[in-house]
């Protein structure tokens, strides 16, 4: 169990570019989530999956986000035309299910948009 | 919809004293509620998990109760360590419904422990 990954860890970019971020779940996990953090602030839900199927997005999503998940093994998390209110830790959780599952999240991506 | 409020931090506390750090929530149905610890420089943490109304969930000398009655899940702790300086947050799963296990989070409390 190498548990979940992240990459990058780190981004930087300018205001309207596109950018993306990568996430590999614990491997038998069939449930991904994305959440975003901000500073002083809990995580809060963006998206999941259920293996490739993408069963809810948060109203905090808008079209500038989208996700995927294909073939239900990694996924990742694009953001078009940033904006400086995107800069935050989005974060990346998979479980073995719902319900009382555990999530095990990953380190996180930060990003910073100039 | 669903919500979390976590007391007002950040608290700090000498070595072997006692911790309380309270947590309320408000859902529909039967949550799964959670903490979860972030230490420094590390990425979240499972801490402590109750699955329904009555349980309590312990781990590290941590311990919380699921309230149902005053929809509470706060987290105690007889006497903190330095090591359990981090940020703590308190958590409810979804109880069903196409949100089903979707995670909403308290604003965390960050706990500083002096020796």
């Known amino acids: 169990d190498t548990g979940v990954s992240q990459d990058p860890r780190h981004k930087i970019t300018k205001r309207g570019q596109n950018v993306t971020f990568r996430c590999d779940p614990i491997?038998?996990?069939?449930?991904l989530y994305w959440y975003r953090q901000t500073l002083g602030q809990g995580p809060e839900f963006l998206t999941y999956?259920?293996?490739?199927?993408?069963?809810?997005k948060s109203r905090l999503l808008s079209d500038r986000f989208s996700a995927e998940r294909p073939k239900g093994s990694f996924s990742t998390l694009e953001i078009q035309r940033t904006e400086q209110g995107d800069s935050a830790m989005y974060l990346c959780a998979s479980s073995l299910g719902a319900g009382s599952y555990e999530q095990y999240f990953g380190p996180g991506t930060r990003l910073t948009v100039t | 919809g669903n919500s979390v409020t976590q007391m007002e931090g950040p608290v700090t506390l000498s070595e072997e004293a006692f911790l309380t750090i309270n947590c309320t929530y408000t859902?529909?149905?039967?949550?799964?509620l959670f903490w979860y610890v972030q230490y420094p420089g590390e990425g979240l943490q499972l801490l402590l998990k109750?699955?329904?109304?009555?349980d309590k969930g312990s781990n590290k000398g941590f311990e919380a109760t699921y309230r149902k009655e005053t929809t509470s899940f706060h987290l105690e702790k007889g006497s903190v360590q330095v090591s359990d300086s981090a940020v703590y947050f308190c958590a409810l799963g979804n109880a069903g419904g196409t949100s089903y296990g979707k995670l909403t989070f308290g604003q965390g409390t960050i706990l500083t422990v002096h020796p």
């Open positions: 109750a699955t329904k109304a009555d």
């Open positions: 999956f259920q293996n490739e199927a993408q069963l809810e």
């Open positions: 859902a529909t149905g039967y949550p799964s």
């Open positions: 491997s038998e996990h069939n449930r």
